[in-house]
C-alpha cells in the first residue's frame, strides 16, 4: 500500500489540500502497512514562502520524499529523501545502478542553490512576494469580473477566470486568449492549467520580486481591459 501526492497539485490548477487532509490520508495508509510519499519536484526548496516543503503545510513528515527540476535550476538533478529503515530494505542482493548518479558538476549545481536559497534569503522573498502579489490581484477583482478565485502559498499561485462567479462558469477561450496576449505583447509567459484550462498558474523563479509582479500586474491589467469579446466557440487554444 502506497500513497503519493503533490503538496500542491498545479497541474489541476494549483490546488492546495485541504488542511488535515494529508494526516488523514498518512494515518490510513500507515494503519495498513503502507508507505507515504511526497512529491516535492514544484512544490519544495522554499517555494511555499511558509514552508521550506510542501507537506510541511499539511503537519506531515513523509516517508519517501523525491525532489527534481529547481534542485539543479537548470542542470540535471534529482534527489530522493528517505527513512532509514526504507533505505536499508535494499540492501537484500537486490542490484540498483544509476548511469548519471552522483554527477559530480550537477551535485555542485545542486549545493549552489541551497547556498543561494538561504544567502539570498529566497524563501522569504517567495512568501513577501507572493502575498503582495494575490493582494494586488484580489484588487483587481473588484473591476475584472473574469477573475474568479485566488490560491496559493507563496510563488506557487493560481489565478481562476470565470465567465460568471456564482455559476463558475470556465472562462477557457478569454484564459487562452489571455495567455497569448501576455506572450506576444508583453514577452511574458504564463501557464494555462487546471480541469477546464481556466487557471492561469504563476511560478516564477525564487527570484521573482515586487518590481517583477507590478510589470505582470500591469500587463494583465491592459490585457483584461482591452479583451472585449471572445467567441468560445471560435478561439484557438493556447497550448501550455
Same mark, same amino acid.
Given at each position: 500500500?502506497m ?16 488542511q488535515?487532509?494529508l494526516?488523514r ?7 495498513? $502497512? ?6 516535492? %519536484?514544484? #512544490? ?6 511558509d @514552508?521550506?516543503? /510542501?507537506? &510541511? ?9 523525491t525532489?527534481?527540476?529547481?534542485? $539543479?535550476?537548470?542542470?540535471?538533478l534529482?534527489? %530522493?529523501? #528517505? ?6 530494505? @535494499?540492501?537484500n /542482493?537486490? &542490484? ?12 555542485a ?13 529566497l ?20 473591476t ?41 505583447s508583453?514577452?511574458?509567459l504564463?501557464?494555462v492549467?487546471?480541469k ?8 516564477p ?27 468560445p ?8
Amino acid at each position: 500500500t502506497m500513497i503519493i501526492n503533490h503538496s500542491g497539485m498545479s497541474v489541476a490548477g494549483v490546488v492546495l489540500p485541504p488542511q488535515g487532509y494529508l494526516k488523514r490520508c498518512y494515518e490510513y495508509v500507515r494503519a495498513a $502497512g503502507g508507505v507515504c510519499v511526497a512529491d516535492e %519536484v514544484q #512544490t519544495g526548496f522554499g517555494r511555499f514562502g511558509d @514552508f521550506f516543503w /510542501g507537506f &510541511e503545510q499539511q503537519g506531515v513528515v513523509p516517508d519517501i520524499v523525491t525532489m527534481g527540476k529547481p534542485f $539543479g535550476n537548470g542542470m540535471p538533478l534529482a534527489a %530522493v529523501v #528517505t527513512t532509514k529503515a526504507i533505505s536499508e530494505s @535494499f540492501s537484500n /542482493g537486490m &542490484e540498483y545502478f544509476n548511469t548519471f548518479g552522483g554527477n559530480p558538476v550537477c551535485c555542485a549545481a545542486g549545493l549552489a542553490v541551497l547556498e543561494a536559497i538561504e544567502s539570498e534569503k529566497l524563501q522569504e522573498r517567495a512568501r513577501l512576494t507572493g502575498e503582495y502579489l494575490r493582494g494586488r490581484l484580489r484588487e483587481m477583482q473588484r473591476t475584472h469580473a473574469l477573475i474568479g478565485d485566488i490560491r496559493g502559498s507563496g510563488l506557487f499561485c493560481g489565478v481562476e477566470f470565470v465567465r460568471e462567479r456564482k455559476s463558475r462558469e470556465p472562462a477557457t477561450a478569454e484564459v487562452s486568449e489571455i495567455c497569448s496576449r501576455l506572450k506576444n505583447s508583453y514577452n511574458i509567459l504564463t501557464t494555462v492549467d487546471g480541469k477546464h484550462d481556466n487557471v492561469i498558474v504563476i511560478k516564477p523563479p525564487m527570484v521573482f520580486g515586487r518590481k517583477e509582479a507590478d510589470v505582470l500586474l500591469s500587463a494583465l491589467t491592459e490585457v483584461l481591459s482591452n479583451l472585449g469579446s471572445i467567441d468560445p466557440d471560435s478561439y484557438s487554444h493556447t497550448p501550455t
